[in-house]
């Protein structure tokens, strides 16, 4: 027999989902039937799958020693030597600005070298994590960005923060502003756009319509011109609706395509120029949520921004050279 302790990271979910998370080769038909034959206890005492963990709960395990092996794979952060770049820190959440080319969670070709990955190393190497003093939780990412694309991305060190800013995301009460080069020069200094987008899940793209059709959901795509150099211009995007790829098929529909985006304009001069991503960045994080009466309310109306030097692609224009000039 095991006894688990519920923690302050394993209270607050149902008991079918913590030991889900706990014993991932234990499988879902033996959990149900581990509960209902009673070789699954809380506080000793019979329980039932949905009931919701409090901290100092206590459950009991009639099972084999099998299934509470480590996962290997959820260790494997352990090999890396972190580097990240961290935009803010607390002893709840972190805010890393991830470069291009870094991928944020595991693929079918990445493990190990992930954001998360390093992420999970960063902290362990403080001593702020260590898998074998928890049961369900990990550090999580509670927003993600494309492989290709650079920006701030918030992860959770605990799992009331996971809980809270997933249900904040949720409810689009963080703002995130983006910046982004693209060809052409812009018809207006600011415009709302709005248009409707398909998924092509097998090809990776999307399709961009002015108008609704059966299957396109409605996309609102804000833009401020900041800066007009040449046949380029420098954009700060706020996206009011978040889709797949929806800054770069949306300004590649009204003929303006990103600087070194392949998928959605003709970047062979941009690749010899050296752009080997999408001139796209999450830039800014706007903390817009309302006081909630929660233990997060110092965050509120905060907002956060990443050092403009590690965004390779404003080097083309003169409102990055006066900023670094200036400093």
């Known amino acids: 027999m095991r006894i688990l302790y519920i923690g302050k990271n394993d209270a607050g979910q149902r008991l079918d989902k913590f030991i889900t998370k706990t014993l991932k080769a234990f499988p879902m038909p033996l959990l149900y039937k581990s509960i209902r034959t009673k070789k699954i206890k809380v506080n000793r005492k019979r329980t039932e799958p949905g009931y919701v963990l409090l901290e100092g709960d206590t459950v009991q395990l009639f099972i084999a020693e099998e299934f509470f092996e480590p ?53 362990y190497k403080k001593g702020e994590y260590d898998p074998d003093n928890e049961q ?27 809980r809270f800013f997933n249900e904040k995301i949720k409810m689009h009460e ?91 304009g003709i970047n062979k001069d941009d690749r010899k120029a050296g752009y080997a991503y999408q001139a796209l960045y ?20 905060q907002s956060f921004t990443c050092d403009p030097s590690k965004i390779y692609f404003l080097k083309e224009f003169d409102l990055y050279k006066k900023e670094m000039k200036g400093k």
């Open 71 to 123: 996962d290997a794979a959820e260790r494997a952060f352990m090999k890396l030597k972190p580097s990240i770049d961290v935009v803010y820190e607390d002893e709840n959440i972190i805010l890393v600005n991830k470069q291009p080319g870094l991928i944020v969670h595991s693929d079918e070709n990445e493990e190990v070298n992930t954001l998360i990955g390093h992420i999970k190393a960063y902290l």
């Open 136 to 162: 369900s939780f990990a550090p999580a990412l509670c927003n993600r960005i494309d492989r290709n694309t650079g920006g701030i991305v918030l992860a959770a060190k605990t799992a009331a923060a996971l």
């Open 174 to 264: 963080l703002d995130k502003y983006y910046l982004c080069a693209v060809h052409g020069k812009m018809p207006k200094r600011e415009d709302t756009l709005v248009g409707y987008l398909k998924k092509d899940t097998d090809k990776n793209m999307v399709d961009i319509k002015e108008k609704g059709a059966a299957g396109y959901k409605e996309i609102i795509t804000k833009y401020k011109l900041l800066e007009q150099k040449g046949e380029l211009s420098l954009l700060e995007i706020e996206l009011i609706t978040g889709k797949t790829h929806q800054i770069r098929a949306h300004m590649s529909s009204i003929g303006h395509p990103l600087l070194g985006d392949g998928k959605y």
């Open 282 to 301: 999450a830039y800014k994080l706007c903390f817009s949520y309302k006081k909630s009466n929660s233990e997060f309310d110092y965050l509120s109306n």
